[in-house]
């Protein structure tokens, strides 16, 4: 099993940035992938970022590439999403997931976290 916890969400103006975390614990080893994913009301969840642990490797949402972007620091088992220049339309509950595949789909992760809200006011 794989443990994960969100935190750094909140309310912020347009323009603004905030940093998302995501924290693992357990068999940490199984999930090479750590994965990010929104939901906005009313919306289905929708895929925004991915990292391997391995490598480092990184994909984007078209919505997200350029605003968004991805670390991690393997010594404490933790992703960090930087959100740059947000917009209304980044309001969503985020969610990251571990999986073993670089997978655009939710189904490709087998482990979730319980979200974090993230508001955007214009």
């Known amino acids: 099993q794989v443990q994960l916890v969100e935190s750094g969400g909140g309310l912020v103006q347009a323009g603004g940035s905030l940093r998302l975390s995501c924290a693992a614990s357990?068999?940490?080893?199984?999930?090479?992938?750590t994965g990010w994913f929104r939901r906005a009301p009313g919306q289905e969840r929708e895929f925004v970022a991915y990292?391997?642990?391995?490598?480092?490797?990184?994909a984007y949402a078209d919505s997200v590439k350029g605003r968004f972007s991805l670390s991690r620091d393997n010594a404490k088992n933790t992703v960090y999403l930087q959100m740059n220049s947000l917009k209304p339309e980044d309001t969503a509950v985020y969610y990251c997931a571990a999986g073993v595949r670089t997978t655009i789909a939710t189904r490709g992760y087998d482990y979730w976290g319980q979200g974090t809200q993230v508001t955007v006011s214009s």
């Open positions: 357990g068999r940490t080893l199984s999930s090479s992938v």
């Open positions: 990292i391997t642990w391995s490598a480092g490797s990184t």
